[in-house]
């Protein structure tokens, strides 16, 4: 069965330590919504239907397109599930759903080696460029990156390049503030020089992670693009083969909007990762499966909740298993 019950394995073998028991229900708890929605559909499926046939397909392709996977990953995905059924003469849609599971997870990994990991400077300031649209919780998520690293023992600097949207600078700084971070921001100025005397600071004060915020203006895709080259420049100059990570932040719950934004920032910046906030208030879960198939770019980092530890990095086996843990017990 290949995938499917490496992950039953997996999940069986794993070592239950209390940070793998916690980060288990972290995405248990977080992925509820999409997998009572889609997952529980598809279930339902199984007992609706016992044969596997036209009627099925159909009635599956409506639940993933519902689900936010996004209609071109959904048509990809039901050829490959179409010509494995034939190919493997599957007739049973019980064993169906393991197929399905198998082949969503293939659609992510397939055969790529994207990194989740954050790359992190051995040699001075590790600068993560943050970008994105304004209200997809940016500034909160610079937040919660900072909790992060300062608990890792980090030293941490907040830089505000979002100089010019009202109550964006302070509101860093409130952060700065709450997470115990350093800050360096001024408002109403140019973002680049703002970020250029940040740095100086930074380098100053021997700083660990330097999280820089951008501003989210997408209206005018040429002047963005401009104001992020400028602000690429003074990084590099400063810090040689910086920023080390460009994260967008999109917010889960936009579904097909989210996508449009990742294809849009992909055209005029860098992007190295996605940051995914409210994935535990949608039932669109399904949109990390679209975003990897739209823009081939890796999730580095999922929301699963409001508090400061609910940003999670993400994890593909934790993510199969929050989604489909249903489906992978009925396998057993």
């Known amino acids: 069965m290949g995938l499917f019950d490496k992950f039953k394995n997996v999940f069986s073998k794993k070592e239950e330590t209390k940070e793998v028991l916690e980060e288990k229900q972290a995405y248990d708890k977080g992925l509820e919504k999409t997998r009572k929605e889609f997952v529980s559909q598809v279930s339902i499926l199984g007992h609706k239907y016992n044969k596997v046939s036209e009627d099925y397909f159909e009635e599956l392709e409506n639940l993933l397109i519902m689900a936010d996977i996004g209609v071109n990953t959904v048509m990809k995905f039901m050829d490959e599930l179409r010509s494995r059924v034939k190919k493997e003469n599957i007739t049973d849609t019980k064993y169906l759903g393991e197929v399905i599971v198998d082949e969503l997870f293939i659609i992510y990994v397939n055969g790529e080696n994207l990194s989740d990991k954050i790359n ?131 917010d889960a719950a936009t579904g097909q909007n989210g996508i449009l934004q990742a294809e849009s920032f992909k055209e005029i910046t860098n992007i190295t990762g996605i940051v995914l906030t409210k994935l535990d208030g949608t039932a669109k879960g399904g949109i990390v499966l679209a975003i990897k198939e739209s823009v081939n770019i890796p999730v580095k980092f999922i929301g699963l909740g409001e508090g400061m530890e609910d940003l999670r990095v993400f994890d593909i086996e934790n993510y199969i298993y929050g989604l489909f843990k249903d489906m992978i017990k009925d396998g057993e």
């Open 120 to 250: 992190i400077n051995p040699d001075g300031p590790t600068v993560i460029l943050m970008v994105g649209v304004n209200g997809v919780g940016k500034t909160t998520t610079i937040g919660k990156l900072a909790f992060k690293y300062k608990n890792e023992g980090k030293k941490v600097m907040l830089i505000a390049g979002d100089t010019f949207r009202a109550g964006a600078v302070p509101q860093l700084e409130e952060w700065a503030s709450r997470t115990n971070s350093l800050f360096y921001g001024k408002e109403n100025t140019d973002p680049a020089g703002v970020i250029y005397d940040g740095l100086i600071k930074a380098k100053e004060e021997q700083v660990d992670i330097v999280l820089v915020d951008t501003a989210g203006r997408l209206q005018n895709k040429v002047n963005l693009m401009k104001e992020l080259e400028k602000i690429n420049k003074v990084i590099g100059t400063h810090i040689p083969n910086a920023p080390h990570e460009t994260l967008l932040v999109i």
